[in-house]
Structure formats: C-alpha cells, structure tokens
C-alpha cells in the first residue's frame, strides 16, 4: 500500500512533442505528489509538485494532472526539449506526522532533436 | 547546486575496507537522509536524522552505519561491504514543519563500487 507505480520505464519524443509520465498509488492518505528531475551525475531536483486539493498544476512547459478518485497522476512536459532528456521520478508522501517520501521506479525519457 | 555537498564523488572500496561518506547542508535545514539508489530500481530510503535524532531506519544492514554530529552534517560509515552495496548513494535535507509538505533537496551522490 506504501507503493508508488510509475510508468513507463523509459520513453522516447521527438523535439517539439508531448511527453506523458503516469504515477499510481493505493495510499489515500498521501497529500503531497513531487515530481522530481535527475541529469546523469546530479542528485534529483524537485520539479513540480501537487496537492490533492486541485486537479491540475502547470508551470512552464511543465504540468501535473491529478485524478484523486483514480488515485493516479501524471506529468505532461509540452513542447519536448532535448535538454529535458533526464530520468524522472514521482513520489508521494504524508505531511504532518509522517515525512518519508515514498518514490516511483523512475521513467528514463529521451527527447531526440 | 542545491546547497547540499557529498564527498567523495567516487570511491572504490574492497570488501573489507572502512570507508566513511560524507554529507553536508548548507541550507539550514533540520532533517537529513540517507538514499541508495541502484540501477532500474526506486530510490530506497536508509535512514532519516531529525535534529540529529535517527528517526527512521529502514532495515539497514548493520555494515551500514550513520552519524549525525549535528543539524548540517551527515556521514554514512561503511565496513564488510558486499558487491551488492554497488550504487550511488544520495544524501537530502528537508525543513520538516508539522505542517509543511516534504520538499527535500539532493546532494549530487557518492557512486560507491564494491569490489
């Protein structure tokens, strides 16, 4: 019940494309959902991140669609760049008394020119 | 750069060498982790520090062991690895408020190969 489902495992787009990562979870009591970016040799950096309270973030190219009842949610990078190739990672957590992230298996996205 | 800085980069270790890593945040932040990540699987929390308190330990491996001397800094002590413990080791900070969100800020990691 702790998972967070993330996929696919790797994606590739073409410049100019949509890109669309999906992330799934059974924890209802998750209220939090980053999105984090990792380049080859960097740590993550958080991206984007949602609420359960609204059904959809964007900023920039960049935007989180929420569907609470589905207990899904999905990053959508508009407009693809190659320098958005990068492995992307979801995550869900608890605010309050629990602070454990709880991450996706990560999807591997390539952006060719 | 996050403001969080893990040293060495890289290291290369046998199995019966004591190795420390090393970790420092310059954000003043109160909790600090400790992640493995390996190839195709999800990032693995080992250990969480709240105000140099361990608070969580995920069923670590005792060849593991963590110290946090105070709020900025946080070392992983390593003895008797296995060429399994291959991975890239990332250290975070996070302000944890009761009632904030967990937004927590990666140092770029330690790749550790065990030989």
């Not at chain 1, 100019?16 to 970016?37: K, L, R, V």
């Not at chain 1, 380049?39 to 973030?57: H, Q, T």
């Not at chain 2, 060498?17 to 909790?31: D, F, M, R, V």
Request: glycine share 6%; with cysteine; net charge positive.
């Amino acid at each position: 019940q702790q998972q967070v489902k993330q996929s696919p495992q790797s994606l590739i787009v073409q410049k100019g494309g949509i890109s669309i990562i999906n992330c799934a979870y059974e924890n209802t009591a998750f209220d939090y959902f980053p999105w984090y970016q990792q380049f080859p040799g960097k740590g993550p950096a958080l991206l984007i991140a949602i609420r359960p309270d609204v059904s959809e973030k964007k900023e920039g190219r960049f935007t989180i669609s929420f569907n609470k009842s589905a207990k899904q949610f999905s990053l959508h990078i508009m407009d693809s760049q190659p320098g958005d190739s990068a492995t992307y990672f979801c995550a869900a957590s608890i605010s309050g008394s629990s602070y454990k992230l709880i991450f996706g298996s990560g999807t591997r996205l390539l952006v060719r020119p | 750069e996050t403001g969080v800085t893990q040293t060495p980069r890289h290291l290369v270790m046998g199995m019966t060498n004591k190795k420390s890593l090393k970790c420092e945040q310059h954000l003043g932040h109160n909790a600090m982790y400790w992640y493995k990540q390996s190839a195709k699987k999800p990032l693995e929390l080992m250990f969480v520090y709240n105000f140099k308190e361990q608070t969580e330990n995920n069923s670590v491996p005792s060849r593991f062991s963590p110290e946090c001397p105070n709020s900025s800094h946080l070392f992983l002590h390593l003895h008797t690895l296995q060429p399994e413990d291959s991975a890239l080791y990332l250290c975070a900070s996070s302000q944890r408020e009761r009632s904030s969100y967990n937004e927590q800020f990666f140092g770029p990691g330690t790749r550790l190969t065990v030989l």
